[in-house]
Structures are given as C-alpha cells and as structure tokens.
C-alpha cells in the first residue's frame, strides 16, 4: 500500500513539474508567431492614439507634466473638450474629445482606472459574467452603462464636430477600463449610425489599448472590422477571463490570483471555452506588440503581429515579471512608436509615389475585409454560440442607406420588445431609438436617484 501511495505520489509530482515547466518557458511572444506582420498604413494611428490618451492625465495641455518622449503632439487649442471625475461624479473616466486636423480625425480619449477612485472600482464591480446582452452577445454590463451615459451626455458635440468635418473619421480610444468603455462606445452607435449624422460604419474607428475582455467571441469577431485592440508582449488583462471584479477587489495580490486562473485555464479545453457563449474576449482585431524574445534578457527591437483569431485568442495567462507592467500605458505608446519607427525606416514610405500609396492602401483595406469574412465563417464552423455569417454583417452594403440591424435576442435594449420573447422570431430594425429611449430602456433610478439596470432587463 505504501509502495503505490508513493509511485502516486511521484507521478502526482511529475506532472506538477512538467505543467509549471510548460507554464514558466511559455512566453507572451507564443501567442502572435503565426500571425503576419502589421504594416505602417494601419498601425500609424496607434502611437498617436496612445498620446492622445495619455493627454487626459494632464491638467493643463499647454504646460504638460507627463509628456512622453517627443511630446503629445497636439494642438491645445483643438480640444473641444475636457470632462474630469468632478462632471462624470463616477459614472465613466475622465475624457477628452480632440479634433485632429493633422490626421483628419475625431478622437474621443478615454483615460484608464485610477487606483484611488472608488467609482472606478464600482463600474468594474458592476457586473456578473456573462449578465448582459447587448446585439446578440454579452457584453460586461458596468461598461455598457459607462458607455450609455458618455455617448448620452455627448451625442450633440460628436454629432456637430461631425457636421462640420464630414471627411474626418471618428475614433473612440481607451485604456484599460476606459479601452472597455471605448469599446461599448463603438457597439452603440455603429448600431445607432443616423443619430451620428449618417456617419458610414468605415468612418467609425475604435483603439482599446491594453484592453478589458469585454464582449463575447462573436461580438469579438463581428466588430473586427471597425475595433482594434493593442496588447504589449505579456500584458494580463487581455489574457484572463477572470472577471474584471475579481481582479481588482485582488489587485494587492494579482500574482497569487493569475497564478491560480493560470492553473484553471491550462487544464480547461479549449473546445470547452469556445462553446460558452457568456465568455467575455478582448474585442476586434488583435495587434500584438512583441518586445521579447523567448528565454531571451532584456528588450528587443519591438515587431508587431496582427490578426483576427477565433482560437487561440490569448488564452493564457503568461508568469513572467512583465505581465503587469507591459499593461501600462507609458511602456505601450513608447514600445508603439519605436515598432512604428522600425516598419518607417524598413518601408521608406517617403519614398513611395502617392498613386501607389493610394494603391496600397485599397490592397490592405480588401485584405482586412477578406480576413474579417475568414474569420466569421471559421466562427461559424467552430459552432460558436450566436455567430454571425458574412452575409449578416455589413459586407458589400451601400453606406449611404440605412444600416438595417437584425438582432435575435429578445432582451436586446435596441428593440422595444417584450422580455421572454422567442428568439426565434428575429426582427428587422430599420429606424432606432433616440439616446434618451435607449437609456430609458436600460436604466431607471434608485431612491438616491443614481441610474440602475432595470430589473426587466437584467435577467437573462
């Protein structure tokens, strides 16, 4: 008896080994090897971006305190707005709306968590995996709300910003918990486009810089074409299902905490992780900044992999002594830039005629729209819960028609149906409600006259 309690004990102890083995040599840079290389037309926004976010931290833009290297490179009078705690009282981070005239483009920036703000912590509380729908998926319900009350208190300045320069495009831009609101942000109104103005979908952009899983894998996939996330090397958020409350109710002992879903994860299939339609995922198109090289010291020239996945999604939790400080937003615009710098002097781009870059630009567009119909009938093939076919999306439609939005779940907050409603009984939305409606549709207020989640609505 004692002789197999020990063999049992020592197999029991190999495969300890081997799995921290497997789990310690596996590098972040794993992740993105297959992937093809991004190049200068679609990654050139991303520094900028970065800067533009980085630019809410300041108090005053024309004597910055933070400034990266090089400068924000932006023009303070072209702010057009800057909200603090003190206009939001809580209820999404601060932000700034800048209007690029360099770049043609309508950013709205949204700051990531402050870690002495207890209304940060309450939006990422706000929530249970897998709670809300929104469009047929799930999304993360504080997020959501986040989002309904920014675009609610902005929709009339986006709007004329719009009116005004209808060549320029508009971008929603985060980091970190603010990545998740920029990402909600673009669902509503890619979804609500004519309360924009008739803004074309290909006008509407989204960055969210060291993102927050946020929506389920086939809003991942279907949001692809307009959304785009960047992930530095090792970076944890992305890579952990864990809810977003979790995390940082365990912020003072995230190792312990990433350490133990590493384990969960690593002995969960994979097939097993795709069939659950509450699973939350980082949203779009995945761009993947690689500064390290496996077993390798130091930083290296930074390269940057793209694509579309619908496995292998940045399922595992990566133990190196990087993964929380490759989610900070300095090393991520500064590691952007330099990989921007690289793909510049590589490409010479200066060099190339403007009929050819023209020429270019339409080849990498084309891509983007056969990879995005690749990437949704994989995830239709894969039996993804609630995926979209191509043809379902808004491939080959005419921009200046109204978008027509077939939405199957029976809580969707954009239809004005019946909670319980048969799914089956799918609906064609041609005109949709105002941002007032669909807030009153969402939320009602408590006695202290704070907006909650209706209960209608809450239940799944």
């Known amino acids: 008896m004692s002789l197999d309690c020990g063999v049992l004990e020592c197999v029991f102890c190999l495969g300890c080994s081997r799995w921290a083995w497997k789990r310690c040599i596996y590098a972040g840079a794993y992740d993105s090897e297959q992937w093809?290389?991004?190049?200068?037309?679609?990654?050139?926004?991303?520094?900028?971006?970065?800067?533009?976010?980085l630019a809410v931290y300041e108090d005053d833009l024309k004597n910055p305190k933070w400034a990266p290297t090089g400068g924000y490179g932006m023009n303070p009078d072209w702010v057009a707005k800057k909200v603090t705690y003190e206009t939001t009282k809580g209820r999404v981070p601060p932000y700034l709306i800048y209007i690029d005239h360099d770049a043609h483009d309508i950013v709205?920036?949204?700051?990531?968590?402050?870690?002495?703000?207890?209304?940060?912590?309450?939006v990422l509380l706000d929530n249970k995996l897998g709670k809300k729908m929104f469009d047929g998926g799930y999304v993360h319900d504080g997020l959501l709300k986040s989002a309904s009350w920014l675009i609610s208190a902005e929709s009339e300045t986006l709007k004329d910003l719009i009116k005004q320069n209808p060549s320029y495009t508009l971008t929603f831009a985060g980091h970190s918990l603010g990545s998740g609101v920029a990402a909600m942000l673009t669902l509503v109104v890619a979804n609500n486009r004519e309360e924009m103005g008739n803004i074309p979908r290909s006008k509407i952009r989204c960055y969210a810089i060291a993102p927050a899983r946020c929506m389920s894998l086939n809003l991942a996939v279907r949001y692809?074409?307009?959304?785009?996330?960047?992930?530095?090397?090792?970076?944890?958020?992305?890579?952990?299902?864990?809810?977003?409350?979790?995390?940082?109710?365990?912020?003072?002992?995230?190792?312990?905490?990433?350490?133990?879903?590493?384990?969960?994860?690593?002995?969960?299939?994979?097939?097993?992780?795709?069939?659950?339609?509450?699973?939350?995922?980082?949203?779009?198109r995945l761009y993947h900044i690689v500064?390290?090289?496996?077993?390798?010291c130091g930083r290296y020239p930074p390269e940057v992999k793209n694509a579309i996945p619908v496995e292998g999604r940045f399922e595992h939790i990566i133990l190196s002594l990087n993964t929380t400080s490759d989610h900070a937003i300095i090393w991520i615009e500064?590691?952007?830039?330099?990989?921007?710098?690289?793909?510049?002097?590589?490409?010479?781009?200066?060099?190339?005629?403007?009929?050819?870059?023209?020429?270019?630009q339409e080849t990498i567009a084309k891509e983007h729209n056969k990879e995005h119909k690749d990437a949704l009938e994989k995830a239709l093939s894969?039996?993804?819960?609630?995926?979209?076919?191509?043809?379902?999306?808004?491939?080959?439609?005419?921009?200046?028609?109204?978008?027509?939005?077939?939405?199957?779940e029976p809580d969707n907050p954009l239809l004005d149906t019946e909670v319980g409603e048969s799914p089956a009984n799918k609906q064609t939305v041609e005109k949709k409600t105002d941002w007032e409606e669909l807030i009153n549709k969402l939320f009602e207020k408590d006695a202290s006259g704070r907006m909650v989640l209706k209960k209608g609505v809450d239940s799944v």
């Open 36 to 53: 093809p290389l991004a190049n200068i037309e679609e990654f050139e926004p991303v520094p900028r971006i970065c800067r533009n976010i």
């Open 108 to 122: 709205l920036a949204i700051r990531g968590l402050n870690l002495a703000k207890e209304s940060d912590y309450a």
């Open 224 to 284: 692809a074409d307009i959304i785009n996330s960047v992930i530095l090397q090792d970076d944890f958020l992305a890579r952990t299902a864990t809810p977003l409350e979790d995390i940082f109710e365990s912020i003072f002992c995230l190792p312990c905490l990433l350490c133990i879903r590493c384990m969960k994860d690593t002995f969960m299939s994979e097939e097993k992780m795709l069939k659950d339609p509450r699973r939350l995922y980082a949203p779009g």
């Open 291 to 296: 500064d390290r090289k496996p077993c390798g």
């Open 334 to 360: 500064r590691e952007a830039r330099k990989a921007l710098q690289l793909m510049m002097e590589r490409d010479h781009p200066m060099e190339i005629p403007s009929k050819q870059i023209m020429e270019r």
């Open 382 to 408: 894969l039996n993804i819960p609630h995926a979209f076919s191509p043809s379902y999306d808004t491939f080959d439609k005419d921009e200046n028609t109204e978008q027509e939005v077939i939405l199957n």
